[in-house]
Structures are given as structure tokens and as C-alpha cells.
């Protein structure tokens, strides 16, 4: 089985605008602002032979406000900007109770079928909880970045950038072959 790192991606992939002490997500492929800061850590995770796979909820697709060509040629940006094997959206608003909204762990379920994966071993990265919740639920360890929308639930670590959670994810140890296997001990 294969390991991943599953990435929030407004906030960590992108910029967000924050009103009234709420991110604000870009609706329009002109707001959308790759975060450049991002860019060598994850190459560092892709080098270490991780999956890298971004999550996002991006509720503004079934609420009608958000088109769905404006999110496709947002992560025609990202995918030309991050080494990434997947993007995995849930167009869904809370009140569809849909099973891949965060935190619910639909989105990790769904990749770890397509891909393969070990989700045990393997890590996300987030600064909300939401991601950290589904993170807990499917047993994959949670790397949480300092912001304002930690909330109070659990997390295994809490890291001050990116950077730093990359650093820690690569200190853990694990040993990976050249498919993004875990490689038997030497």
C-alpha cells in the first residue's frame, strides 16, 4: 500500500482573504493566488516518495455562486504550480450532509481506494480542524498549522508553518521506495 499526504488547500495551497475573522475563498480564477511559500516543502514530501493529494469543501459549487469551470481552472493552477497526484473537492453545503464534507472523511476514503493507500500511515496537513477530525476518523496523523481556525479538538501535532509540519512529517521516518511504498526494513 501507498502513503499520502493530504493537504487543505485554501490557506496552505493558496492565499485566503480573511473578513470578520472568517477565511473568504476565492470565487474567481483572478483571486486565486497560488501561495509560492508552498512550493519546496512539497517537493520535499514528493522526493520522499509521498502521494500528495489536495482536500477542499468548496460548498459555493451547490450553493451556485462558485462555477464549476472557475474551480477547474483553479487547479489547472495548482496542478501546474505543486508536484500533486489528485485534487478531491466535495461541491456539497453542510446541509446535504454529504459523507466528503469535512470533516467528515469521505474525501480521505475515496482517495485511499483509488490510490491505494495506507491511510494508518499516512499524514494531513491543515490549518482547520475540519481536516484534523477527518484526519482522526480514518486514523491518519494530523498536522496542524497555527491559525485561528485550529479549534479545540484533536490533532496530533500542532506546527507553525508548513515548512516546519514537512519537517517533522520527513524526521517521523518513514521509509519509502521508489512506487511510494513503505520499504522493508534493511
Not at 501507498?2 to 496552505?12: I, S, Y
Not at 472568517?22 to 516543502?41: G, K, M, R, Y
Not at 485511499?112 to 475540519?130: M, N, P, T
Request: glycine share 6%; with cysteine.
Amino acid at each position: 500500500m501507498r502513503l499520502a499526504v493530504f493537504l487543505e488547500r485554501d490557506g496552505l495551497l493558496n492565499h485566503v482573504r480573511v473578513e470578520r475573522n472568517q477565511p473568504v475563498v476565492p470565487l474567481t480564477v483572478e483571486e486565486f493566488q497560488i501561495n509560492n511559500e508552498a512550493v519546496e516543502p512539497l517537493k520535499e514530501l514528493k522526493a520522499a516518495g509521498f502521494l500528495l493529494i489536495a482536500t477542499t469543501n468548496q460548498p459555493g459549487v451547490s450553493r451556485g455562486y462558485l462555477p464549476r469551470r472557475e474551480l477547474d481552472l483553479m487547479h489547472f493552477q495548482l496542478k501546474r504550480a505543486f508536484p500533486l497526484d489528485d485534487i478531491l473537492v466535495c461541491p456539497h453545503d453542510a446541509g446535504d450532509r454529504c459523507p466528503c464534507r469535512k470533516p467528515q472523511p469521505g474525501l480521505l476514503q475515496e482517495a485511499s481506494f483509488k490510490w491505494h493507500l495506507d491511510l494508518d500511515h499516512s499524514f494531513v496537513i491543515s490549518d482547520k480542524w475540519q481536516d484534523a477530525a477527518a484526519a482522526q476518523a480514518e486514523g491518519c496523523t494530523s498536522l496542524l498549522i497555527k491559525s485561528p481556525w485550529n479549534g479545540n479538538g484533536h490533532y496530533d501535532f500542532l506546527m507553525p508553518s508548513l515548512k516546519a509540519a514537512v519537517a517533522k512529517i520527513l524526521r517521523l521516518g518513514m521509509s519509502l521506495d521508489a512506487q511510494g511504498m513503505v520499504a522493508a526494513p534493511a
